[in-house]
């Protein structure tokens, strides 16, 4: 397994920009696909982003394609999310999530997970 660790969450005005991080460990990164995921209170965790292990293939949900761009460098072991034109409805925790032998957009596609990093959006 690998560990993962997410930063970059905050307070943000709508129509602002993040970037979040997820710092991995333990195993070669790039041998995992990762995603990205978010749970708002009182919801199920929610699919955001994924991208391969190769950095070729890229998805993203509706509700924040062309918004979102999802990221990695595997030199640095890292992943990245970049959220532009944030609505409060983007409010949430947000998961980085990675799988060696699985891509996909659900949660059952990943094996590894962060403890997550706050994202709340004001109106």
């Known amino acids: 397994q690998v560990q993962l660790v997410e930063s970059g969450g905050g307070l943000v005005q709508a129509g602002g920009s993040l970037r979040l991080s997820c710092a991995a460990s333990g195993r070669t990164f790039s041998s995992y696909a990762m995603g990205w995921f978010r749970q708002a209170p009182g919801k199920e965790r929610e699919f955001v982003a994924t991208i391969s292990w190769r950095v070729d293939r890229t998805y993203y949900a509706d509700s924040v394609k062309g918004r979102a761009t999802i990221s990695r460098d595997n030199a640095k072991n890292t992943g990245y999310l970049q959220m532009n034109s944030l609505k409060p409805e983007d409010t949430a925790v947000y998961y980085c999530?990675?799988?060696?032998?699985?891509?996909?957009?659900?949660?059952?596609?990943?094996?590894?997970w962060g403890q997550g990093t706050q994202v709340t959006v004001s109106s």
């Open positions: 999530a990675a799988d060696s032998t699985r891509w996909g957009t659900s949660t059952a596609d990943f094996g590894s």
